[in-house]
């Protein structure tokens, strides 16, 4: 307590910064530390560290409390407890949570112990490709969660629009900071001119991606909700064309099968997908691929989509919620309807003949990501609206 007192007198804002596991740990990439660098007395809460926290946010305090990522009543009302006894001893002057589950429970926390200012931060709505009991509930987990903030900072335009039209939240008290985004862009990682051509060409011979062969890349969790089915659809469409391309997919599986989209599709042999699992230096897989594909039904902001725009790579994604504001239709990438896989697969043909449609993109990519993007902007957004809070009004 002696430290917290200290820290007030010193005049230091402190802030809470909450997600549910620590694989949600990547949306705070580098946010605690730049609020730390402008004298912000930073404290981060998630269920476990994962051995990321420290590589993420050096500069702040992290807090353990164990979080379920599905309903549990006796553990969440744990959890709850634990938020407010937090609260309670750093008394901060600004609590964020996102994620459902540390949303619902640092926004409860927050109100029942009175802290001024509790940013719901909004990453993407669960029940949007949910029914029956379970939409009902997330429903009224949504609803209540911003009941009981004071604001609500949604990642896009989109996810904002849809938020409001489902009900969750008033108009007035949800925005988005400039053109959306969750963390913004680091084009300092993220620059086609620190493409390492000896590391790409070795991970190139590693995976056995075979030269010359146009690679469709996806990035993401593989999850029935990215359009993983319809993705494995499209390229077996195309395989049956003659159209020629090869698959790479990137990311941890959760289907109870991590095969089961390729089999559907019949992608066996030398039409089988290159199959990797989480990687940290996602770069350097982006740099192998000439189109991403991302056929999501749902996102906060397609994140993957200005990745692979930075690095000057087209890409083929839905209109979903979220993934719509990460491409420009038509200029840097094409948009397509979700669950069509006919329409993903003739707009990948489309880019897959034309290396030169494919170099326009690209680079209407690489301009669009840094005009609106840039992780440096979007932090001094994201630092400026807990400063001032109601007074950053939508755009």
Request: aromatic share 6%; charged share 25%; with cysteine.
């Amino acid at each position: 307590m002696r430290l917290d007192e200290l820290d007030r007198e010193k005049g230091k804002p402190r802030i809470v910064l909450g997600v549910t596991s620590f694989r949600s740990l990547k949306f705070l990439r580098g946010v605690g530390d730049y609020l730390a660098s402008l004298g912000w007395d930073v404290h981060l809460v998630s269920s476990s560290q994962g051995g990321e926290g420290q590589s993420l946010n050096k500069n702040v305090t992290w807090h353990k409390i164990n979080m379920s990522r599905e309903p549990s009543p006796a553990q969440d009302l744990k959890a709850l407890i634990s938020w407010m006894r937090l609260f309670l001893i750093l008394k901060p002057d600004v609590v964020s949570s996102g994620t459902p589950k540390a949303g619902l429970l640092g926004m409860l926390g927050a109100f029942a112990t009175r802290i001024p200012k509790r940013t719901y931060h909004l990453r993407g709505l669960r029940l949007e490709t949910e029914s029956g009991l379970k939409l009902r509930l997330l429903r009224f987990i949504e609803k209540l969660t911003c009941a009981a903030a004071t604001d609500v900072l949604a990642d896009s335009p989109s996810l904002r629009d849809e938020a409001v039209r489902l009900g969750l939240v008033s108009p007035n008290k949800i925005t988005t900071l400039g053109r959306g985004s969750s963390n913004g862009v680091d084009l300092n990682i993220f620059n086609p001119a620190r493409k390492n051509s000896n590391t790409v060409r070795a991970l190139r011979e590693n995976l056995g991606l075979v030269p010359g062969v146009p690679v469709v890349g996806f990035v993401g969790r593989i999850t029935r909700d990215k359009g993983v089915f319809e993705l494995a659809a499209a390229s077996r469409m195309l395989h049956d064309r003659g159209v020629p391309h090869q698959l790479l997919v990137i990311g941890s599986t959760e289907l109870k099968e991590g095969v089961a989209p390729w089999r559907q599709a019949g992608l066996t042999g030398n039409r089988s997908p290159v199959l990797v699992g989480h990687v940290e230096d996602i770069e350097n897989y982006y740099s192998l691929m000439d189109i991403l594909a991302l056929p999501t039904y749902r996102e906060g902001m397609g994140n993957a989509l200005l990745e692979a725009g930075a690095l000057g790579l087209p890409t083929v994604s839905t209109r979903a919620t979220g993934a719509r504001d990460a491409s420009v239709d038509g200029h840097t990438g094409i948009q397509v309807a979700a669950r069509s896989h006919t329409e993903l697969g003739a707009a990948l043909e489309k880019l897959i003949e034309s290396p030169q449609l494919r170099r326009t993109m690209g680079e209407a990519g690489v301009m669009f990501v840094h005009k609106y993007f840039d992780k440096e902007n979007v932090l001094r957004q994201l630092a400026h609206y807990y400063s001032e809070g109601s007074s950053v009004k939508n755009r």
